[in-house]
Nanobody
Framework: QVHLVESGGGLVQAGDSLRLSCGAS????????MGWFRQAPGKEREFVAS???????TYADSVKGRFTISRDNLKNTVYLQMNRLKPEDTAVYYC?????????????????????WGQGTQVTVSS
């Protein structure tokens, strides 16, 4: 049974940094494409970043240059380093994973492309 567990969320001020972690179990982690999504109050869940098996990152335009996704296959963990946080980054952040490999942004951006999801971690950025 696959489990994804996010951690690292919290309350920070604008301009601060946070690093989210997502620990995975029940899967061969190195074979999985991993992603981060977020859902702000009253909004639909949206793509933030993804990382391929080989470590290539893809980012939403809204976070490009501020967020960095990485993975440690020995620890079965994917990270999201978030710098220069803005109030509009406030959301519940979800980790997601799929055994499939995707090559288009359309596929990477779609929630339906991912098979497993964590429970989410809250990030709140005050102005």
């Amino acid at each position: 049974q696959v489990h994804l567990v996010e951690s690292g969320g919290g309350l920070v001020q604008a301009g601060d940094s946070l690093r989210l972690s997502c620990g995975a179990s029940g899967l061969t982690f190195s074979m999985y494409t991993m992603g981060w999504f977020r859902q702000a109050p009253g909004k639909e869940r949206e793509f933030v970043a993804s990382i391929s098996r080989s470590g290539d990152g893809t980012y939403a335009d809204s976070v490009k240059g501020r967020f960095t996704i990485s993975r440690d296959n020995l620890k079965n963990t994917v990270y999201l380093q978030m710098n220069r946080l803005k109030p509009e980054d406030t959301a519940v952040y979800y980790c997601a994973g799929t055994i499939r490999s995707y090559y288009s942004r359309t596929e990477l951006y779609a929630e339906t492309s991912y098979d497993y999801w964590g429970q989410g971690t809250q990030v709140t950025v005050s102005s």
